[in-house]
């Protein structure tokens, strides 16, 4: 028998009233702590402390340190999450390790109150190497800034987040740190690694908003997110690399980081392996407060974006016809569900797998400061009418561009009039000018917007609760000169620190030369598994050219393009020149029978047949008994399990220096 340790620290409330309150710090660690309940593996026990708001004083912080963790032995994990402000203060004794003069912080409930300093980094660091030599693994998740510079931005840019920072504290007396930190350098023999998880890096602000109906630190979501899609053996460098996926959709320079990144310790399964799926998967079984699935918030299931939209749904393995069962109350560990249209045996459990994700519709914000109001107003109207009966857009969400409340998915800027730019939430440009934007101008540009919408629901499109999760990998190989065959077990391009595959032309003798690469699937499980290939492109289009859909042996692998190479070149028209580059995404759709690519097929936005809508939500893999599914099973034989892995490509021309 081994012991989980777990102390969660989250606070939203602080004393000093020169610290801001937060608002997600303590969802942050309920559902860290239901994940971890739901999730330990047979054999191990979890004994979990949670410290909130006043609990989570300097001095209650640093006991638990000592006294909670400090009791795991060398069977034995221990895990200390904090979610809260960070901060920075004067170093000036560690000038030779801390180039900027400053050390990070972390800002307990009473610090900066009645003389009561930050916990600093290097007090965490004495701390936890104390845990280290005497546990066998140490695990340690940061959801809080390393920086006060980048605040001020952070927020002007993304109005409706606040950052997990305050300004930097004074320089903290001697009299009031740990003595191990002023007595001179440490005693102690040098302790064994351990593995820290962070939300930002030291100069960046982390980021808490509204995310899937609740307040939430964005990585701490992001992170939980990436254990229910990728499973229990996921590495903390697998991890890292998803959450980067998903908090780099949300805000605005912010990257999580991996320390030490090195091979070794990064590259263990979170907690050292302390965790496992149910043993079963989903399951719908009959409990005391009725019929419930055995998946919640902290798993990543979302609640139903709105009224119109529908609820979560759930369906049982087997065959047809479908049996559903809806959500109508999300927790934390487990989700309230009530059958539909059938009756179940309250002795009996089922398994079930997610049939029915309602997606929320984008966030748009509409003209703004500055912009011109008529050409606003007139792309208002027509979202307000863009629906099939008249009514509004399904598929995107007007929000108030001076809102504090919302972050925005995409900024529409109306510069001049009938004159419109499409950004995203970062600024970042998605089209050219749309002109003619009155009258049916505007209605063609909501077209545009809504093919937006869609293209980046697919893109971002994910399972949170599959059995699936880590089954297929998709591999990017290099292709070697007079190559013309995928090779079988050559090791794939190694994704950079941000998990992002990077592509570079090379100079040849007529110029540029694209890099090209051969694409594998591998089956790493035990069965086999349909797999479809889709490519995502920078001009909103998605195609399924690579791989349109067929079986995978378990265990096996197979090739793109039958094997043959593919070429990763900037988009046609693009002038090839040093510093140019261009992004796709590759996405995998993985499910245990057959079904369609045909209804995530779209073309690029400058395409006339652009104008197809899709359904709003993702149902599906249910067989055809189910009508108006976005994704339709081929076979008959009732609902089945799938997941997605998505891997972003940059394909670049190097510039100067590079």
């Not at 032995?73 to 003069?101: I, K, V």
């Not at 697919?458 to 949170?464: V, Y």
């Not at 976005?630 to 997941?643: I, K, N, R, T």
Request: charged share 25%; net charge neutral; hydrophobic share 40%.
């Amino acid at each position: 028998m081994s012991t989980l340790y777990a102390l969660l620290v989250g606070i939203d409330r602080y004393r000093s009233p020169a610290v801001p309150d937060l608002r997600g710090c303590r969802t942050d660690i309920d559902d860290a702590l239901a994940y971890l309940q739901s999730r330990t593996a047979p054999g191990v026990d979890l004994d979990a402390l949670v410290l909130s708001d006043g609990q989570a004083t300097r001095a209650a912080v640093i006991g638990a340190l000592r006294s909670h963790l400090g009791r795991a032995r060398s069977a034995d994990t221990a895990l200390f999450w904090f979610s809260g402000h960070g901060s920075q203060a004067p170093a000036p004794r560690w000038w030779y390790a801390e180039p900027s003069h400053l050390v990070q912080t972390l800002v307990c409930a009473d610090s900066r109150h009645g003389g009561v300093p930050d916990l600093l980094d290097k007090e965490l660091s004495i701390l936890l190497d104390d845990v280290a030599r005497r546990a066998g693994h140490v695990a340690v998740v940061l959801d809080s800034c390393h920086s006060a510079g980048a605040t001020r931005e952070l927020e002007d840019r993304e109005p409706g987040a606040r950052a997990r920072a305050v300004e930097p504290m004074p320089a903290p007396p001697a009299r009031e740190l740990l003595p191990e930190l002023t007595g001179g350098e440490p005693a102690s023999p040098p302790a064994p690694e351990h593995v820290v998880l962070a939300a930002s890096r030291s100069h960046e602000a982390a980021q808490e908003m509204d995310l899937g109906g609740r307040r939430r630190g964005l990585f701490s979501w992001a992170l939980l997110r990436a254990l229910g899609r990728l499973g229990p053996t996921a590495t903390y460098r697998d991890l890292l690399i998803a959450a980067q996926a998903e908090v780099e959709r949300n805000a605005y320079r912010q990257v999580p980081q991996l320390v030490p990144p090195g091979r070794g310790i990064a590259d263990r399964p979170f907690l050292g392996g302390r965790l496992a799926p149910p043993p079963s998967g989903l399951v719908l079984r009959y409990a005391r407060d009725g019929w419930e699935v055995n998946a919640g918030s902290c798993h990543g299931l979302p609640p139903a974006p709105d009224a119109t939209a529908g609820a979560v749904r759930v369906a049982v393995v087997g065959g047809p016809p479908a049996r559903e069962a809806e959500v109508v109350q999300l927790l934390a560990e487990r989700s309230l569900v009530e059958p539909v249209g059938w009756r179940p045996e309250p002795d009996r459990q089922y398994r079930v797998v997610l049939s029915r994700v309602p997606l929320p519709a984008t966030t748009v914000a509409v003209g703004g400061v500055d912009q011109d109001r008529a050409t606003a107003a007139a792309l208002l109207a027509a979202l307000g009418t863009a629906g099939p009966d008249g009514g509004p857009s399904p598929h995107l969400r007007p929000v108030d561009p001076a809102g504090t409340e919302t972050v925005p998915e995409l900024r529409v800027r109306t510069p001049s009039p009938g004159v419109v730019r499409v950004e995203d939430q970062h600024g970042v440009r998605l089209t050219g000018d749309l002109t003619g934007v009155v009258g049916g101008g505007a209605r063609r540009a909501v077209r545009a917007l809504e093919h937006i919408a869609r293209w980046r629901q697919l893109r971002d499109l994910t399972n949170p609760v599959t059995g699936l999760a880590g089954a297929v990998a998709v591999e990017v190989v290099a292709a070697r000169p007079g190559e013309t065959i995928a090779p079988l077990t050559r090791p794939p391009v190694e994704a950079d620190a941000d998990g992002v595959v990077r592509l570079r032309y090379e100079p040849g003798p007529a110029g540029w030369v694209p890099p090209t690469v051969f694409v594998r699937l591998h089956n790493r499980s035990d069965r086999r598994l349909f797999c479809v290939l889709l490519d995502l492109t920078e001009r909103f289009r998605a195609h399924a050219n690579l791989f349109p859909g067929d079986y995978v042996a378990l265990g096996g692998r197979t090739a793109a393009l039958r094997g043959r190479r593919v070429v990763a070149s900037l988009p046609a028209g693009s002038v090839v020149e040093p510093g140019r580059r261009a992004r796709d995404w590759l996405k995998l759709v993985v499910a245990e029978e057959q079904f369609s690519a045909e209804p995530f097929e779209m073309p690029a936005l400058d395409d006339p047949r652009g104008a197809a809508r899709g359904p709003l939500a993702v149902q599906g893999f249910l067989g055809r008994a189910v009508q108006h599914r976005d994704l339709v099973a081929s076979a008959e034989d009732g609902a089945y399990d799938w997941a997605t892995v998505t891997v972003p490509l940059v394909i670049e021309v190097p510039g100067p220096g590079d």
